[in-house]
């Protein structure tokens, strides 16, 4: 706080018994932004909406509402998670190459993902949350692996049909390092993928990098997507790993001056 950051955006972690305590303490003077999977419960999971078990879904949505809750108790009513996945995937397989395994078929993983999307939206509104989805992100290493896509909102026409099939407390959260790589993945355009999303767009993830691995590189004042985006929003979160605080402090002026032009 006294190096000027007053705003976090927090996912994942270790777990800590009391954590909710904590953070009511210290959200007075910083802004926590609740992203995917936080806090931690003592057994980790993956947040998957699309899961074809019954019990998966239902621990997922009943964490989910936790989340949204706290993140009212935090004053800042405002919930992003992942879009879903075509298998169940383990917490520890998360961020790195996965093993091919049988997918479930993609309509009906859609269908499911979208049901409970829209019903989450429903608890949601009762809150006054909004809710932000992340698109995933499909490395050449992942494709190779499975032969198809294995996840959910990755490319643009599925992920503009989600958009049109939820509701108004239903946006994106565009990870741009994400995008990236699923564009050199299926050889899409990105800035396409930017501008025909745009009405849906409340927050962006930064990074950059190869396009060939999210691999959370710094954001510099080339990078790639600063004329596409759009500049009045509030969710605008650094997910750059391995660096210095004070290279921190650098990307946030970086961040701030390139979205302020």
Known sequence: MENGITEIEISGGLFAPNLDYFLKEYGTNITFQLHNYFPLKREPFVLNLASCK???AETVMAYMVKAMELSVDLDNPVYSF???FLFDPL???LGRPMQSRSLIPRPIGLDLFLERVNAIAGMAAQLGVELLIENNVVSVANLRSFQTNPFLMVELEETRYIMENTPKNINL???LGHLNVNARTFGFERMRFLTELNP???GYHFSDNDGLSD???VVTENSWFWQYLKKNLSYLSLE??????QELLRQKDILLTKMSD
């Open 215 to 217: 691999t959370n590189e």
């Open 91 to 93: 917490f520890e397989e």
């Open 200 to 202: 849906w767009i409340k």
């Open 54 to 56: 019954p019990e998966t």
């Open 240 to 245: 750059v790993y391995d660096i210095s605080f």
């Open 173 to 175: 959260l565009i990870d």
């Open 82 to 84: 992942h879009a879903g």
